[in-house]
C-alpha cells in the first residue's frame, strides 16, 4: 500500500480540485434552470465523451485492457452509476443536501478500504474523517441559507452513490497505480459513452437544447461541466490519486463545500460565523487524517 505522506504539490492540487468542483455547484444550479437534471447529465456525459474520444485514441496504446475488469469498475462506480443517480436524487433534494452527502465519500472509502482492500486502519484516519464530515454538515445542517429539502429514498440514492465513488476510488488505488490518469478516465468514458448518447435522446435534452430560448446559454453552463468538472476534475483526480492514497484524494469531497460558499460570497452570499467554523473543522480533519 502507498503510503508518501503528501506533499506540498499534493496540497495544491488538491484545492485547485476543490475549487474547479465547488464551482460546478453553481454552473448545475444554472443549467438546471435550462434542462431537467436528467437532461443536464446526459449533456454533461455526452460532452465529456466527446472530449474524452481523442484523449483515449493519444494513450490507446497505455491502457492496460488486460485488466478490463477494474476499468469496468471504474466506468461505472466512477462516472456511470453516481451520474444516473445523482441526476435522479436532485429532482427531490436540493443540492446543498446532495454536496453534503457526497462528503461521506472519504468515510465509506476508509470503512470499504479497510474491509475488503487492505487499508491500513489508524484512529487518526477515523478521527479526521469523522471531524471532515462534522465540518461539511456544520456548513449545510446549521446554514439557515440553506433551505435544505428532500426525503429518505432519493438522499439514499445519494449515499449509495458516494458508496460508488468510494469503490472507484479504492479499485484505481490498487489496481491502476501505474495506468497513466487520462488513459484511466478515457478509457472508462470509452465503456461508458455510448450509453450517454441514447440517454440524451431518450431523456429530449437533444431537442431542448435547440428548442428552449436559453438552450445555447445552458450548454455553455454544462460545456464548463463536462470540460473542466468531469473531464479535467476526472484527470486531475486520478493523478491525486496515484501520488497520495485514495483517503487523501476523497478528502475533496471535504473541501467543496467550502469552495461553494467562498464562490458563493461572489455571487451576493454572506458568509457568517458558522460557515467559518465549519471551514477549520474540515481543516483540521484534513490535518489529522494525514497524520
Not at 183 to 204: D, H, K, N, P
Not at 223 to 234: F, K, Q
Amino acid at each position: 500500500m502507498y503510503s508518501r505522506p503528501p506533499s506540498a504539490l499534493d496540497w495544491l492540487l488538491l484545492f485547485i480540485l476543490a475549487v474547479v468542483w465547488g464551482a460546478s455547484f453553481l454552473f448545475i444550479k444554472k443549467s438546471v434552470a435550462i434542462f431537467t437534471p436528467t437532461q443536464m447529465a446526459m449533456w454533461r456525459m455526452v460532452l465529456a465523451t466527446a472530449i474524452y474520444l481523442p484523449v483515449a485514441a493519444l494513450y490507446w496504446s497505455k491502457i492496460d485492457w488486460k485488466r478490463w475488469k477494474p476499468l469496468v469498475v471504474v466506468a461505472f462506480c466512477g462516472s456511470a452509476i453516481p451520474n444516473f443517480l445523482f441526476a435522479v436524487a436532485q429532482q427531490h433534494v436540493d443540492s446543498s443536501l446532495a454536496g453534503v452527502l457526497n462528503s461521506l465519500t472519504p468515510l465509506f472509502t476508509l470503512i470499504l478500504g479497510v474491509a475488503f482492500f487492505e487499508m491500513k486502519f489508524s484512529g487518526n484516519k477515523i478521527l479526521g474523517v469523522i471531524m471532515g464530515l462534522a465540518g461539511a454538515a456544520i456548513l449545510i445542517l446549521f446554514n439557515s441559507k440553506s433551505g435544505m429539502s428532500g426525503n429518505a429514498f432519493y438522499t439514499s440514492l445519494c449515499a449509495l452513490a458516494t458508496i460508488c465513488y468510494a469503490i472507484n476510488a479504492n479499485s484505481v488505488n490498487t489496481w491502476l497505480r501505474d495506468q497513466h490518469p487520462a488513459a484511466i478516465a478515457s478509457a472508462a468514458f470509452v465503456l461508458t459513452g455510448w450509453m450517454f448518447g441514447i440517454g440524451l435522446w431518450l431523456s429530449g435534452g437533444w431537442e431542448a437544447a435547440w428548442k428552449h430560448e436559453r438552450g445555447l446559454e445552458g450548454l455553455g453552463y454544462i460545456g464548463y461541466l463536462a470540460l473542466l468538472g468531469t473531464v479535467g476534475g476526472s484527470i486531475l483526480y486520478f493523478w491525486l490519486l496515484q501520488r497520495t492514497s485514495a483517503i487523501f484524494a476523497t478528502s475533496v469531497t471535504y473541501l467543496l463545500p467550502v469552495a461553494a460558499i467562498v464562490l458563493g460570497a461572489f455571487d451576493g452570499e454572506v458568509i457568517g460565523w458558522l460557515d467559518l467554523l465549519g471551514t477549520a473543522v474540515i481543516l483540521t480533519g484534513l490535518y489529522i487524517a494525514r497524520k
